[in-house]
């Protein structure tokens, strides 16, 4: 009977979605139980303990918590650039808990956008070489220099690393990780070596290709006030995700003040 009821209301709930066109939301990442421990030495660090958690499609989540609560290591695990010591995390189909490196690589190249608080780019190679190395070797890449002009840059491609701002450095590091159309983008304090007005010029670029785009994109930061432009906020503590914050009124970076 309870079953019944229960298939009932769910029957209703899909007739509703269906006549408003609010379609059910696809879990991308489901992390479950999972824990990281480093042993150094005779000392263990817990870096991540029994985090359990679902990240939809097209969600812009940020990531708070104090310096060393796990944050970068969460990122990374769910980006597969390191493994979890116990527990699984999945990405849509992919299990990455057991994946071999060459999976791992593979689930980054065809996958994941990275940005870093440092750039990383080659200095010898313009903007658009830059960009270009990506496009080489992913399979459906936008042009280099529509992903540039994404980033507002268009008109720049043709410059060295080094006759950029930092903050426009940092628009070519963006721009290089969507540049393949990934379906998430993975941002570790993007922001850390900015000041305010650059630094919200490169948040309203990681807005506006989550919205364009639909890329997920979780972003790591100490600064609470980013967390009014995210979708969710998952704060971090001592390894764990201590709270989960829903915001129903999201604000455009423009707006958030520091
Ligand atoms: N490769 C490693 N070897 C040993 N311990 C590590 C390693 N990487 C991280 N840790 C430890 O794991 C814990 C979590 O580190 P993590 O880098 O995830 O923190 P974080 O929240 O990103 O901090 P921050 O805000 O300073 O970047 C810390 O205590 C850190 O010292
Ligand atoms: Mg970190």
């Not at 209703?12 to 939301?25: A, Q, V």
């Not at 590091?173 to 993975?186: D, F, N, Y």
């Not at 850390?192 to 919205?211: C, F, H, P, Q, S």
């Not at 994109?217 to 914050?245: K, S």
Request: proline share 4%; aromatic share 6%.
């Amino acid at each position: 009977m309870l079953h019944c009821r229960k298939h009932n209301a769910q029957q209703d709930m899909n007739d509703i979605r269906e006549e408003t066109g609010i379609s059910t939301p696809t879990a991308v990442f489901i992390a479950k139980d999972l824990s990281k421990t480093y042993q150094m030495g005779e000392v263990q660090v817990r870096a991540l303990q029994d985090v359990n958690l679902t990240i939809y499609r097209g969600e812009f989540i940020v990531l708070l918590g104090p310096s060393g609560s796990g944050k970068s290591t969460l990122l990374n695990i769910l980006g597969g650039l390191d493994r979890p010591s116990s527990g699984s995390a999945r990405f849509a189909e992919h299990e990455l808990t057991g994946a071999s490196d060459a999976d791992l690589t593979r689930y980054r190249r065809e996958h994941v956008g990275f940005v870093f608080q440092f750039y990383n780019l080659i200095p010898s190679l313009t903007c658009r070489e830059n960009v270009e190395l990506v496009t080489d070797i992913a399979h459906n890449p936008m042009p280099a220099a529509e992903a540039l002009r994404m980033v507002g840059l268009e008109d720049r491609m043709d410059h060295f690393p080094s006759q950029l701002s930092g903050g426009e450095q940092q628009r070519v590091a963006i721009a290089r990780a969507i540049v393949k159309r990934p379906e998430v983008l993975l941002c570790d304090e993007p922001t850390g070596a900015l000041d305010y007005v650059t630094g919200k010029l490169v948040l309203e670029v990681i807005e506006r290709i989550n919205r364009e785009l639909g890329t997920t994109a979780i972003v790591i930061t100490h600064n609470a006030a980013i967390a009014g432009m995210a979708d969710r906020v998952l704060h971090l503590g001592g390894g764990r995700i201590q709270r989960e914050d829903v915001n129903p009124h999201k604000i455009s970076p423009s707006e958030l003040s520091w």
